[in-house]
């Protein structure tokens, strides 16, 4: 299975930039495709951005303009760069990782989070 270690988030002003690291325990050559996610108090985890092995990103559109999906292929690791950090984007971010089975199933692999804090 694919284990996912986050780090980067922390306490951050309003403003401000935080840059997300997400190290997968394998080739992310074999991951259809890796992502963010993230929980706030009170409300349903939803979709901050993704990026599949074949350079496809999606954005979600309250962090378009402001945040950046980008991977080293060669460290396993997914990047996330959010600035002009807004106290609304204070959640846990959670690393998703999608692999594709032989039969085509997508097989889900989550991440611990880790908490990002925006103050104003």
């Known amino acids: 299975q694919v284990q996912l270690v986050e780090s980067g988030g922390g306490l951050v002003q309003a403003g401000g930039s935080l840059r997300l690291s997400c190290a997968a325990s394998?080739?992310?050559?074999?991951?259809?495709?890796m992502g963010w996610y993230r929980q706030a108090p009170g409300k349903q985890r939803e979709l901050v951005a993704t990026?599949?092995?074949?350079?496809?990103?999606n954005y979600a559109d309250s962090v378009k303009g402001r945040g950046t999906i980008s991977r080293d292929n060669a460290k396993n690791t997914v990047y996330l760069q959010m600035n002009s950090l807004k106290p609304e984007d204070t959640a846990v971010y959670y690393c998703?990782?999608?692999?594709?089975?032989?039969?085509?199933?997508?097989?889900?692999?989550w991440g611990q989070g880790t908490q990002v804090t925006v103050s104003s």
């Open positions: 998703r990782a999608v692999r594709r089975t032989a039969g085509g199933a997508l097989v889900p692999y």
């Open positions: 394998e080739s992310i050559f074999n991951i259809n495709s």
């Open positions: 990026i599949t092995s074949g350079g496809s990103i």
